[in-house]
C-alpha cells in the first residue's frame, strides 16, 4: 500500500522555514536516504499505470497514417541520437590529419575534404519530421476536450474531479499529455544510445592519444562535481512534498497587489476613494514583513545552494586542472603543442556534450513515474461516471405530445446541494397541468432557482420524486428532456464567443443561421444595440485570444522618431477577431447582456419548429431589465408561448403574477401557499396577500 503523506507525522515528513513558507518534505520513504535512488519508490508504485500506457500506443496506432510515421521517426531518432558520436569520430580523424601535418608536414588534402564534408553533414543533419507530432496532439485534444464538456455539473463541480482535470487535461488544443510521454520515452532511450555510441567512438578516437586519458579523467571530474551540484538541488524537489504559508501579512500584501493590478476592482477602487487606505495598507504590510523572503522558489534553491556551497568550492580548481596539465606538458615537450591544444579542445567539448546528454537522461528518468501517472489519469478523467445518471426512454414517445406542453408534478421532493448540510427544499409538493404558466416567488434563497434546476436535471432529488407527463423524470433520456426545454438561469453565462454564436447556441441544429439568430435577437431586445456595433453579430463578448505586442512602455507613441500604433492590427485579420466587448468602451450593460441571454432561449423555443419545445423555464429574467424592456418582455412571452407550460421565478410581484394559472409561494426551501393571483389575495392571513400588498403601496 503506498504511503500517505501526512503532514503530521513528525517521523515520516520533515518540517522546515522557507521564507514566510512552511515546507513539508516526505523523508520517510525506503529509499529517500539515498539520492541517486530517491525516485525509485515512487517509480515501482507507478508500474499499475503501464496497461494505460500500452493502451495509448495503441490509439496513437489507430490514428490514421500514425504507425508508418511513428516508426519513421523512431528511426530518425535513433540516427539523431548517434551523430554526436559521429561527430566525435570525424573530429577524432581531423586530429589524426593535424598531427601528421605536424610530425610529417603534408597533408591528404582529399581525405580532409571528406572528412569536413562529412563534418558538416553531421553538423547540418535537423530534424524535419512533426507529422506525427501533430496529429497525435490533436488527437488527444479532441479526446480531452470531450473529457470535459461530457460532465454534468455536479460532477464537474467535485473538487476531486476539478483536480484529475487539472492534472490530465491540456488546455491548448496544440499539446497532449499523450505526445509528452511519447517524446519522454523516446527521448530517454535516444539519451542512452547517444551516452553509449558517444563514450564508445570517444575511447576509440583517444586511445593513441598522449594524455588523453589524464585530460579526459580531469574533464571529467570537473563535470561531475558540477553536475552533482545542480542534481543535489533538483533531487532534493523529487517525491511528495508540500509548502504552505500563516504569515497574514504576506497573505493581505499579495491580496492587495492583485486588488490594484485587476481590472475587475478598478471602479470600486476609485468610486470609493480606497487609493490611499490600499497603499498605506499595504506599507504596512510591507514593513512588518520587512526582508523576510516571500518568493518560495528564490529562497529555496538558495538554501539548496547553500548545502552545495563545499561542491561549488571544488568546480574552479578542478576546472583549471586540464589547462594546467597542458601548459606543464608544453613546457615539457613543446613541439607537441598543436596536438596537445586539439585533444584537450577535442575531449571537453566532447565530454560537455557527453554531461549534457547524461543529465538529460537522468532528468527525464526521474519524471518516468510522473509520466506514467499522467497516462493513466488521462484515461480515468474520460471514464469519470457523471452523477445524474441517464435514463432509458425516449420522451418525448411521439413528438406531437409536445405541442400542449408537459405536465409537472413534485412528490415530496427535499433536496441538499452536494457539501451543504442544509436543506434547499424540504417536502416540496406541486402538480402543474400542461401549457400552466406557473410563477414561483419568494425571497433570495428561498429555493426558487433550486426548483428549475431540478426540473432541468442539473441535479437529483435528495428525497422524493418529480414527474414529467406521468413519467419518473429519472427515467428519461437525458439528451431528449434537455432538448425539450429551455432554461434561462438567474446566473446565466455568456460564451467568450461572438454574439451571433451566443445565440445561435440556443438551437445547436441551426447554431450559424443568421436570419434565425436575427430574430431572435429581435424576440430577445437585442436586435437593436447589436446592429450598432461595428462588428454587428461578429461582436466578441470576450476576446478569447489576446493580441501580441512589442513590448513597449504604456503610452508610448513614438519609437525612434517613428509613430508607433496599434490600434488598427486587428483590421488586417478582419472583423471576427474583433476586440472583445469586455475590453472596451463599448462593453455591453447588464440588461443588454440579460437581453443576449434572454435571445439564445428565443432562438431554442420559439425561432425553433414549434414541436421542439414544451417546456420553458426562466429564472429572474428581468433583474437587469428597466421597467420598459420588463413589460415588452413579458407581454411577447404570453403572446408567443402558445401551448407551452412556462415557469417563472421571481422576487418581484407584478403583473404577470395576475396573469399565471398557479402561484407558488417559497419560503426557506417550504412551499407556503399555492393558488392564482385571486385566491391568494382573498386567502385569510395570506402571506402572499401581505408582500403583494406591501409592493403595491410603494407605488401608491
Not at 532511450?189 to 563514450?199: K, N
Not at 407558488?664 to 393571483?677: F, K, P, R, S, W
Not at 385566491?679 to 392571513?685: D, G, V
Request: glycine fraction near 6%; charge should be neutral.
Amino acid at each position: 500500500m503506498p504511503r500517505t503523506f501526512n503532514p503530521e507525522d513528525t517521523s515520516s515528513v520533515k518540517r522546515s522555514k522557507v521564507g514566510v513558507w512552511d515546507l513539508y518534505e516526505d523523508v520517510g520513504g525506503k529509499f529517500t536516504k539515498i539520492p541517486m535512488l530517491a525516485n525509485l519508490e515512487t517509480l515501482w508504485e507507478s508500474l499499475d499505470c503501464l496497461p494505460y500506457v500500452w493502451r495509448m500506443f495503441k490509439d496513437i496506432a489507430g490514428i490514421q497514417g500514425c504507425l508508418t510515421y511513428l516508426g519513421v521517426y523512431i528511426v530518425l531518432e535513433i540516427g539523431l541520437s548517434l551523430l554526436p558520436a559521429l561527430g566525435v569520430w570525424y573530429s577524432g580523424q581531423l586530429l589524426q590529419v593535424v598531427e601528421i601535418a605536424v610530425e610529417k608536414r603534408t597533408v591528404d588534402k582529399e581525405f580532409l575534404i571528406r572528412i569536413a564534408v562529412g563534418r558538416c553533414l553531421t553538423v547540418f543533419s535537423i530534424r524535419l519530421f512533426t507529422y506525427v507530432q501533430e496529429h497525435v496532439q490533436r488527437y488527444y485534444a479532441l479526446r480531452t476536450f470531450w473529457a470535459m464538456a461530457r460532465l454534468d455539473v455536479p460532477t464537474f463541480e467535485d473538487d476531486v474531479v476539478q483536480q484529475q482535470l487539472q492534472q490530465s487535461v491540456s488546455h491548448s488544443t496544440r499539446t497532449s499529455i499523450a505526445w509528452d510521454v511519447v517524446s519522454t520515452f523516446l527521448k530517454i532511450g535516444s539519451s542512452a544510445m547517444r551516452l553509449i555510441a558517444q563514450v564508445t567512438v570517444l575511447a576509440g578516437v583517444l586511445s593513441e592519444q598522449r594524455d588523453a586519458s589524464l585530460l579526459l579523467l580531469l574533464t571529467f571530474a570537473h563535470l561531475f562535481v558540477e553536475w552533482l551540484g545542480n542534481y543535489h538541488a533538483m533531487l532534493q524537489r523529487s517525491g511528495v512534498w508540500a509548502a504552505t504559508t500563516e504569515n497574514q501579512h504576506f497573505v493581505t500584501s499579495e491580496g492587495l497587489k492583485r486588488t490594484v493590478s485587476s481590472t475587475a476592482y478598478r471602479k470600486d477602487i476609485v468610486a470609493m476613494g480606497l487609493r490611499e487606505h490600499l497603499w498605506h495598507q499595504f506599507k504596512k504590510r510591507a514593513e512588518r514583513l520587512g526582508d523576510k523572503v516571500t518568493d518560495f522558489w528564490e529562497e529555496y534553491f538558495q538554501k539548496r545552494r547553500q548545502q552545495t556551497m563545499f561542491i561549488q568550492f571544488l568546480q574552479d580548481p578542478l576546472g583549471e586542472l586540464p589547462r594546467i596539465v597542458f601548459c606543464l606538458r608544453a613546457v615539457q615537450y613543446p613541439a607537441s603543442i598543436p596536438m596537445s591544444l586539439t585533444s584537450l579542445q577535442l575531449i571537453t567539448s566532447t565530454v560537455q556534450s557527453f554531461s549534457s546528454s547524461l543529465f538529460e537522461l537522468v532528468q527525464k528518468s526521474s519524471r518516468v513515474a510522473e509520466k506514467l501517472q499522467a497516462v493513466r489519469k488521462l484515461y480515468d478523467v474520460s471514464a469519470v461516471p457523471n452523477k445524474v445518471e441517464d435514463g432509458h426512454l425516449p420522451f418525448p414517445e411521439k413528438q406531437h405530445t409536445l405541442t400542449p406542453g408537459f405536465e409537472i408534478e413534485f412528490r415530496k421532493v427535499s433536496f441538499r446541494y452536494p457539501g451543504n448540510e442544509a436543506w434547499a427544499l424540504d417536502n416540496v409538493s406541486f402538480k402543474l397541468e400542461e401549457g400552466h404558466l406557473c410563477v414561483i416567488v419568494g425571497d433570495n434563497g428561498s429555493g426558487k432557482s433550486t426548483i428549475l434546476k431540478l426540473l432541468s436535471r442539473l441535479y437529483d432529488p435528495t428525497e422524493g420524486q418529480i414527474l414529467v407527463n406521468g413519467m419518473d423524470i429519472r427515467t428519461l433520456k437525458l439528451a431528449d428532456l434537455r432538448r425539450a426545454m429551455s432554461v434561462l438561469f438567474q446566473d446565466y453565462s455568456l460564451f467568450p464567443l461572438t454574439i451571433g454564436e451566443n445565440i445561435g447556441f440556443g438551437d445547436p441544429v441551426n447554431a450559424y443561421d443568421i436570419d434565425r439568430i436575427r430574430e431572435a435577437a429581435r424576440l430577445g431586445g437585442a436586435e437593436e444595440f447589436v446592429d450598432k456595433m461595428p462588428d454587428g453579430f461578429d461582436s466578441y463578448l470576450e476576446r478569447p485570444v489576446n493580441d501580441i505586442y512589442s513590448n513597449l512602455p504604456a503610452g508610448t507613441s513614438k519609437l525612434f522618431g517613428r509613430p508607433v500604433s496599434h490600434s488598427k492590427i486587428r483590421k488586417l485579420s478582419g472583423k471576427r477577431a474583433g476586440r472583445g466587448l469586455a475590453e472596451g468602451k463599448n462593453a455591453l450593460s447588464g440588461g443588454q447582456m440579460q437581453r443576449v441571454a434572454l435571445s439564445r432561449v428565443f432562438m431554442r423555443s420559439l425561432v425553433a419548429p414549434e414541436p421542439a419545445v414544451g417546456l420553458l423555464l426562466f429564472d429572474e429574467p428581468s433583474a437587469s431589465l428597466d421597467p420598459q424592456a420588463e413589460h415588452e418582455l413579458f407581454e411577447r412571452l404570453r403572446e408567443l408561448r402558445g401551448s407551452k407550460t412556462m415557469i417563472f421565478s421571481t422576487h418581484r410581484f407584478g403583473k404577470l403574477t395576475r396573469s399565471a394559472d398557479v402561484i407558488i409561494y417559497i419560503l426557506n426551501g417550504v412551499i407556503q401557499e399555492t393558488g392564482t393571483h385571486e385566491s391568494l389575495l382573498k386567502r385569510e392571513h395570506s402571506e402572499y396577500a401581505k408582500i403583494w400588498n406591501l409592493q403595491a403601496q410603494a407605488y401608491l
